[in-house]
C-alpha cells in the first residue's frame, strides 16, 4: 500500500543564482549519500574547515531552497540527501549547521539524518529529545 506525500517542490519561487547553488548542492549531496557513513563524515569535516556556525535562519533558508529544487530531497526516504544538501549550500555562503546522523528513540524505530543551528532541529516538527545522534559534524 502506498501513502501519498505532498512534496514542497517550487523552483521559481528561488531566485535564479540561489536556484542553480542548491541544485548543486543536491547533486553534491545524492553523490555523497552512495558513500559508507565513515567517508561521508571525513569528507562533510573538511569541507566544513573556516566556516562559522550557521544561524538557525540561514539554515532554514538553505533547506528551503533545497526543497524548492529537489522533489528527492524533500520526499519521506529524503532525509539524508536532504541534510547534505542543506549543509553544503549553507558551506557556500560560509556558514555551517550541525549535521547529525542517528535513529528515532520513539517507535518506529529507524535511521536519520537532520540538521541543527543554534541548538535547534532544523525543519523538523519534533522535540529535540525525538532522535538519539549517533555523530555530528559541527
Not at 72 to 77: D, F, L
Not at 112 to 125: F, K, N, R, T
Request: aromatic share 8%; hydrophobic share 45%; charged share 20%.
Amino acid at each position: 500500500m502506498t501513502t501519498p506525500e505532498a512534496m514542497p517542490y517550487d523552483p521559481r519561487s528561488i531566485p535564479v543564482a540561489r536556484r542553480l547553488l542548491a541544485r548543486t548542492a543536491v547533486a553534491c549531496a545524492h553523490l555523497l549519500a552512495t558513500q559508507p557513513p565513515q567517508r561521508i563524515r571525513t569528507v562533510l569535516s573538511r569541507v566544513r574547515g573556516g566556516a562559522r556556525p550557521a544561524t538557525l535562519a540561514e539554515t532554514a533558508s538553505a533547506r528551503q531552497a533545497v526543497l524548492a529544487v529537489s522533489l528527492a530531497a524533500g520526499g519521506h526516504k529524503g532525509c539524508l540527501p536532504r541534510s547534505l544538501a542543506t549543509v553544503l549550500l549553507c558551506r557556500c555562503y560560509g556558514s555551517w549547521p550541525t549535521w547529525c546522523v542517528g535513529v528515532r528513540s520513539r517507535p518506529p524505530f529507524a535511521a536519520h539524518a537532520w540538521v541543527e543551528a543554534e541548538g535547534v532541529l532544523v525543519g523538523e516538527d519534533v522535540s529535540a529529545d525525538y532522535f538519539q545522534r549517533f555523530f555530528t559534524v559541527k
